[in-house]
C-alpha cells in the first residue's frame, strides 16, 4: 500500500471509531500491517572492518530498524541474502562478494583489501515484507595506500579478459535517459561469438555502475528472457551528467569473468 493509501485508511479508521465494532477493528489492522512494512529509510546498516590492507580482513554489517529491532529474515535475490560490492575510492579495485548470514541482522565475510585507504562497501538485500534496498558506506583500511589511478574515459569499450573479448555498446548515455548497455561477448583466440555463456545469480550477468567520486550507485537490470549469449543486455539510467565506470561479470564453464568500462555521460540537451 503506498503512503496516501495508509493516510486514507487511516482517516477511515478513526471515522469509523464512534461506531465500534468489528469493521473498526479491520481497519486499524490495515494500518499496522502497512507500516510494518521496512522501506529503506527505515532500516539502518552498522558496519565495521577490521583488519588492514594485504591480510584477512574481516567486514561485519549489522541491519536494524530504526528503533534498535534486528532486521532478522531475508528474502533470496538473485540466488543470495545479500550482496556486497566493494570498490576502491579510486574505482580500481572491484570486488563482488557474498558474506554469510550470522543471525540477528548480522552479515559477515573476510576480504583481502589490496592497499590501505578508503573503500566503498555496497550491499543490496531485500528484508522478508520488506522493500529491496542498497546501503552504502565509506570503509577506511589501514595499510600502505596505492597510487590512485585516474577515471578517465575508456578509449575503446572493447575489453579482453580471462580469453574473451567483450565489447560494449551504449546507447542513451545521457542524463536521466533509458539508457541500454548491450554487450557482445566473443572467444579472444578464435573471434567465434560464445553463445553458451552460464546463469551468474539467476541472470545473463550482473552489472555494477558507479559514479566517479563513488558517490552515486545505479541500479541496473538485465533484460528478462535472454538467451545464453554472445550478446546480454542490461536496462538503467544515469541520473546525471557525468564519469561513470561500469562491471560487467558474466559466467562461462564455470569461472565468472569481470570486464570494466568508463564512459561519459551526457548532459540533457
Ligand atoms: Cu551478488
Not at 550482496?83 to 552479515?107: A, R
Not at 552504502?136 to 575503446?156: D, I, R
Request: proline share 4%.
Amino acid at each position: 500500500m503506498n503512503k496516501l493509501g495508509m493516510v486514507i485508511t487511516a482517516a477511515i479508521s478513526l471515522a469509523l471509531t464512534g461506531c465500534g465494532g468489528a469493521q473498526t477493528s479491520w481497519e486499524t489492522e490495515e494500518v499496522a500491517v502497512a507500516s510494518d512494512r521496512l522501506m529503506a529509510d527505515s532500516v539502518e546498516a552498522a558496519w565495521a572492518v577490521e583488519g588492514d590492507a594485504g591480510e584477512d580482513a574481516s567486514i561485519r554489517l549489522e541491519l536494524a530498524t530504526k528503533e534498535g529491532k534486528p532486521v532478522e529474515a531475508f528474502d533470496l535475490n538473485h540466488e543470495k541474502l545479500l550482496h556486497l560490492i566493494v570498490v576502491s575510492k579510486d574505482l580500481s579495485y572491484f570486488n563482488h562478494i557474498h558474506p554469510e548470514y550470522k543471525g540477528e541482522g548480522v552479515f559477515e565475510i573476510s576480504n583481502v583489501f589490496p592497499a590501505g585507504g578508503a573503500y566503498r562497501l555496497i550491499a543490496d538485500f531485500k528484508p522478508t515484507d520488506g522493500d529491496a534496498m542498497t546501503k552504502l558506506t565509506w570503509a577506511e583500511v589501514g595499510g600502505a595506500p596505492a597510487a590512485p589511478q585516474a577515471v578517465v574515459p575508456s578509449e575503446s569499450l572493447n575489453s579482453v579478459v580471462a580469453g574473451k573479448r567483450v565489447s560494449l555498446a551504449a546507447e542513451g548515455l545521457v542524463e536521466d535517459e533509458e539508457a541500454t548497455l548491450t554487450f557482445a561477448i566473443a572467444d579472444e583466440a578464435s573471434g567465434e561469438p560464445i553463445s553458451d555463456l552460464e546463469p551468474y545469480l539467476g541472470a545473463i550477468g550482473h552489472v555494477v555502475v558507479l559514479s566517479e567520486d563513488g558517490e552515486r550507485y545505479v541500479h541496473v537490470h538485465a533484460e528478462a528472457d535472454q538467451g545464453t549469449g554472445p550478446e546480454a543486455k542490461f536496462e538503467t539510467t544515469f541520473p546525471k551528467a557525468g564519469i561513470y565506470k561500469i562491471w560487467g561479470q558474466f559466467q562461462h564453464r564455470g569461472e565468472v569473468f569481470t570486464v570494466d568500462y568508463v564512459v561519459n555521460v551526457e548532459k540533457r540537451s
